[in-house]
């Protein structure tokens, strides 16, 4: 089966950077370069939220207002990864992050991930 595997969560102080990566694997029916790739997170007591996307179709993509020119999305097709560097970490970036894997072009916001990782926990001390 199609699998999702996060890493790169730690614990950080404000100010400093972390990689998150999301390998994907067991791909059959449709390849890694059919799906747009989704960061989400959901810290404790609140709802989860969309942080990222990559599309399928042209590598644009999406980033929420919190954390536009702090986060960077990127795709390596070789390796069958996404990964999601966070610079500038502030302590409202304390979540799990989750990746998502949605089989349309386009970061819409609106389709349903067809498959999820586990999470990582990433953690900014003030």
């Known amino acids: 089966e199609v699998q999702l595997v996060e890493s790169g969560g730690g614990l950080v102080q404000a100010g400093g950077s972390l990689r998150l990566s999301c390998a994907a694997s067991?791909?059959?029916?449709?390849?890694?370069?059919?799906?747009t790739i989704w960061w989400f997170r959901q810290a404790p007591g609140k709802d989860r939220e969309g942080v990222s996307?990559?599309?399928?179709?042209?590598?644009?993509?999406f980033y929420r207002d919190s954390v536009k020119g702090r986060f960077t999305m990127s795709r390596d097709g070789a390796r069958n990864t996404v990964y999601l560097q966070m610079n500038s970490l502030k302590p409202e970036d304390t979540a799990t992050y989750y990746c998502?894997?949605?089989?349309?072009?386009?970061?819409?916001?609106?389709?349903?991930?067809?498959?999820w990782g586990q999470g990582t926990q990433v953690t900014v001390s003030s």
């Open positions: 067991g791909f059959t029916t449709y390849a890694f370069d059919d799906y």
């Open positions: 998502g894997a949605d089989r349309s072009y386009y970061c819409s916001g609106s389709s349903p991930m067809d498959y």
């Open positions: 996307c990559i599309s399928a179709s042209d590598g644009s993509g």
